[in-house]
């Protein structure tokens, strides 16, 4: 009779493995705080920690507009405010040479493009130690902020009438007198006049309309942009409108130069045009793309005759939102928007418009936005340089009367 084997017993590796892991080291003891200890313990909380230290870093500062602006109360309050730094002064005091901007001025004010030119003699000017001398009417204290190291002023009286023969009579004599190195002309209808002229009366080669400008190439667009004309930068160059993007946060001398006799000379010896003015333009028989101010209108207009008169007392042209002119209060080539017309005026001051997202496309290339609305948290507020929180049927009479008394004081 055989006899049966002993039944072997079946080992676990995994609970081996466990007790072999606890027995070759120490187990781990967590030190736990007594239970007293962790109740007693206020919880922290981390924002009011974040506020509490921003608060102590530095104050909010308040403004109390109820108070005059003459006030103690207010003068102290609006002391809080940090004041924005200074923009440090760049004097070139011996350039190694010289980049002339002839600029339009029209009006007398430094216009966008005259702004274009200075940016784009600028580039010329700033790679190999140059400076940018300004040639227009008018003072150079506008021009500082724009990037003119030297000004040349004409006579104020060549502003009021239309004689290019006269500017480029200065501008040949300059060439004499400075001997610079490039003469800018903004290619506009008045610039390209006169830097035709000056070509034809110095021999010089005029390369118009540049959109791309460097120390060894200058280049513009040709057969409808579908081409692009490079050439080495010429002495007489126009700037096309748009090219060039203004300065912006600097600060030049604009030092003011007696050139007034050399540029003077020869004016009396070139022929006139007779009859020669220029003739008052009706504001709203312009195009919106082409007009410099613009008075756009929105919902919140309903004294229509009140903002027509206020365009004539401005002489603005009048434009519109996509509502007023579906409701028939504007023509349709005066909406302004994505679905009208882009513009890109100089100053475009808006009444009762709450900024739809396409109207705000539509205004993109504006420099200057004037903003009047109800709504503290419109969109056009936001995009504005100066708002007035106010009804616009208010605001238009106001402005319409100060209007009209500063015309007669």
Same mark, same amino acid.
């Given at each position: 009779?055989?006899?049966?084997?002993?039944?072997? /017993?079946?080992? %676990? *590796?995994? +609970?081996? $493995?466990? =007790?072999?892991?606890?027995?070759?080291? #120490? @187990? &781990? !003891?967590?030190?736990?705080?007594?239970?007293?200890?962790?109740?007693?313990? /206020?919880?922290? %909380? *981390?924002? +009011?920690? $974040?506020? =509490?230290?921003?608060?102590?870093?530095? #104050? @909010? &500062? !308040?403004?109390?507009?109820?108070?005059?602006?003459?006030?103690?109360?207010?003068?102290?309050?609006?002391?809080? +405010?940090?004041?924005?730094?200074?923009?440090?002064?760049?004097?070139?005091?011996?350039?190694?040479?010289?980049?002339?901007?002839?600029?339009?001025?029209?009006?007398?004010?430094?216009?966008?493009?005259?702004?274009?030119?200075?940016?784009?003699?600028?580039?010329?000017?700033?790679?190999?130690?140059?400076?940018?001398?300004?040639?227009?009417?008018?003072?150079?204290?506008?021009?500082?902020?724009?990037?003119?190291?030297?000004?040349?002023?004409?006579?104020?009286?060549?502003?009021?009438?239309?004689?290019?023969?006269?500017?480029?009579?200065?501008?040949?004599?300059?060439?004499?007198?400075?001997?610079?190195?490039?003469?800018?002309?903004?290619?506009?209808?008045?610039?390209?006049?006169?830097?035709?002229?000056?070509?034809?009366?110095?021999?010089?080669?005029?390369?118009?309309?540049?959109?791309?400008?460097?120390?060894?190439?200058?280049?513009?667009?040709?057969?409808?942009?579908?081409?692009?004309?490079?050439?080495?930068?010429?002495?007489?160059?126009?700037?096309?409108?748009?090219?060039?993007?203004?300065?912006?946060?600097?600060?030049?001398?604009?030092?003011?130069?007696?050139?007034?006799?050399?540029?003077?000379?020869?004016?009396?010896?070139?022929?006139?045009?007779?009859?020669?003015?220029?003739?008052?333009?009706?504001?709203?028989?312009?195009?919106?793309?082409?007009?410099?101010?613009?008075?756009?209108?929105?919902?919140?207009?309903?004294?229509?005759?009140?903002?027509?008169?206020?365009?004539?007392?401005?002489?603005?042209?009048?434009?519109?939102?996509?509502?007023?002119?579906?409701?028939?209060?504007?023509?349709?080539?005066?909406?302004?928007?994505?679905?009208?017309?882009?513009?890109?005026?100089?100053?475009?001051?808006?009444?009762?418009?709450?900024?739809?997202?396409?109207?705000?496309?539509?205004?993109?290339?504006?420099?200057?936005?004037?903003?009047?609305?109800?709504?503290?948290?419109?969109?056009?507020?936001?995009?504005?340089?100066?708002?007035?929180?106010?009804?616009?049927?208010?605001?238009?009479?106001?402005?319409?009367?100060?209007?009209?008394?500063?015309?007669?004081?």
């Amino acid at each position: 009779m055989s006899q049966a084997s002993p039944t072997r /017993r079946r080992v %676990d *590796p995994r +609970a081996d $493995r466990a =007790a072999r892991t606890i027995l070759t080291g #120490p @187990r &781990p !003891r967590l030190l736990r705080q007594p239970v007293a200890a962790v109740m007693n313990e /206020r919880r922290r %909380d *981390p924002r +009011a920690v $974040r506020e =509490a230290d921003l608060v102590q870093r530095q #104050p @909010r &500062p !308040r403004y109390d507009w109820t108070r005059d602006a003459a006030s103690p109360g207010t003068a102290a309050a609006v002391g809080v +405010a940090v004041a924005a730094p200074a923009i440090p002064l760049q004097v070139i005091a011996e350039p190694a040479y010289l980049v002339l901007a002839m600029l339009d001025r029209p009006g007398g004010e430094v216009g966008e493009h005259d702004r274009q030119v200075i940016a784009a003699a600028r580039l010329l000017a700033d790679t190999g130690g140059g400076a940018v001398v300004t040639v227009s009417t008018g003072s150079g204290e506008a021009l500082a902020e724009a990037g003119s190291d030297r000004h040349v002023a004409l006579p104020d009286g060549w502003a009021d009438d239309y004689v290019p023969e006269r500017r480029a009579a200065a501008a040949s004599a300059l060439i004499v007198a400075l001997s610079p190195r490039h003469i800018l002309f903004p290619d506009s209808p008045d610039g390209g006049d006169v830097a035709r002229r000056v070509a034809a009366a110095t021999g010089e080669r005029l390369f118009p309309g540049v959109q791309s400008l460097g120390p060894d190439r200058a280049t513009r667009q040709s057969a409808g942009g579908s081409l692009e004309t490079g050439h080495r930068p010429t002495r007489l160059m126009t700037v096309a409108a748009d090219a060039f993007a203004p300065l912006d946060g600097v600060r030049h001398e604009a030092r003011p130069l007696d050139l007034a006799a050399p540029a003077l000379a020869g004016e009396e010896v070139l022929p006139r045009l007779g009859g020669a003015r220029r003739l008052a333009v009706d504001p709203d028989a312009l195009s919106l793309s082409e007009t410099d101010f613009i008075l756009s209108g929105g919902n919140g207009v309903t004294d229509w005759r009140s903002f027509a008169e206020l365009g004539a007392a401005l002489g603005a042209t009048r434009a519109g939102s996509r509502v007023v002119c579906d409701a028939g209060h504007l023509p349709r080539e005066r909406q302004v928007g994505a679905s009208g017309t882009v513009v890109g005026a100089r100053c475009y001051l808006a009444f009762g418009i709450a900024g739809a997202p396409q109207h705000l496309q539509g205004i993109t290339g504006v420099r200057h936005v004037i903003a009047v609305n109800t709504d503290l948290h419109a969109e056009m507020i936001k995009r504005a340089d100066l708002s007035i929180v106010a009804d616009a049927q208010d605001v238009m009479p106001a402005l319409i009367r100060l209007i009209r008394e500063r015309r007669h004081a």
